[in-house]
């Protein structure tokens, strides 16, 4: 029965949150399940909603998070043409760039770190 | 014949749990291990992809709902964001803009097509929003899938090395490098560091996955 509340709460948020999106879409478009963590995340703040309450199910879905991508990983079978010419390169791409934002975004908040702790030191 | 992709996706999962907890390989994706049966399946034996996909929409669609929850890890991490919102931001604005732009130079110098780019666009942002980005950009979102697996296991086991070279040596600054860099598998790599590393990656990752949705809707709006 806990179970059930606590999917219908997850639900209820995620169907509000696709609601408001379809309503603003004409000025601004936003995922609908974006908008549902923000108000997931304003209502466990305000404490209308408590971890306690969807503690089990977002746990499990947290936990299991990559058994819901495996199919569309799957679909690489049909897709695996289309990159086939060009697949070393992509390779390149996505190897070069990791060490990229890594080394520059972990540098950056370092160095940042280090000037205000001089900062407050002096 | 719907029953026959499920049953297929969760029997691949759960062999995928199996190896990567009897090989302690951290990088070794369940994603990408479940996805490499399924497709062994498919191409050795009678079953059509058609007819597996036929099931394998509906374990998709739970996608949605996922990002909802992605706000507990959010919610259970407030205080460090409170904090350290300065460098977290810094943080996040850093990742995503270097990753875009590594992306788009070097997709250029290697001379790959639009679509493609498109796609590998969203590479280092967790898998639910990834696909909203692709999505939005016009990306091919099963294409996004592949490269984000594949960035998330690379970048968390060559993390610690290129922490090395540049000398970065900060707890918080690892942890946010992995989040932006590798997203959850990065995240489940700055666990082992430190729980102060663990925290500031998750919300790297999260922070990172809402600022590039953003940057992009902004983008399409201009385009």
């Given at each position: 029965m806990k179970i059930i509340k606590e999917i219908l709460i997850i639900l209820g948020i995620y169907y509000s949150g696709l609601l408001i999106s379809d309503l603003i879409s004409g000025f601004f478009f936003i995922p609908g399940n974006i908008i549902g963590m923000g108000m997931l995340f304003l209502l466990l703040n305000t404490g209308i909603v408590k971890i306690e309450h969807i503690k089990h199910t977002s746990g499990f879905l947290l936990k299991h998070m990559g058994f819901f991508f495996i199919p569309l990983g799957a679909a690489f079978y049909v897709l695996f043409d289309v990159i086939r010419p060009v697949w070393v390169q992509i390779f390149v791409v996505l190897i070069v760039s990791s060490v990229f934002v890594m080394a520059v975004s972990g540098k950056i908040v370092e160095l940042f770190i280090i000037s205000e702790d001089k900062k407050e030191a002096s | 014949m719907l029953l026959i992709g499920i049953i297929l996706t969760v029997l691949a999962y759960m062999v995928s749990l199996f190896i990567s907890k009897k090989i302690?390989?951290?990088?070794?994706?369940p994603i990408l291990v479940a996805s490499l049966i399924i497709i062994g399946v498919i191409h050795w034996t009678p079953l059509q992809y058609e007819t597996y996909a036929e099931g394998g929409a509906y374990i998709v669609k739970i996608l949605g709902p996922l990002v909802?929850?992605?706000a507990v890890p959010l919610y259970n991490n407030k205080h460090i964001l409170k904090k350290y919102y300065k460098p977290i931001s810094i943080g996040v604005l850093t990742g995503v803009i270097s990753s875009a732009f590594s992306v788009v130079v070097l997709s250029w110098l290697m001379g790959l097509d639009m679509d493609i780019m498109l796609s590998l666009?969203?590479?280092?942002?967790?898998s639910p929003m990834a696909i909203e980005v692709s999505e939005i950009i016009g990306g091919i979102k099963e294409l996004t899938v592949v490269f984000v697996v594949i960035t998330g296991m690379f970048g968390a086991s060559v993390g610690p090395l290129v922490f090395d070279i540049f000398r970065i040596k900060n707890d918080t600054a690892r942890g946010m490098a992995l989040g932006a860099g590798a997203h959850g598998v990065g995240t489940a790599k700055a666990v082992e560091i430190s729980e102060q590393a663990g925290a500031a990656s998750s919300l790297s990752m999260i922070l990172c996955g809402v600022t590039t949705i953003i940057l992009s809707v902004v983008l399409m709006k201009i385009v």
């Open positions: - | 302690k390989i951290s990088f070794l994706n909802v929850v992605l666009l969203p590479k280092s942002i967790t």
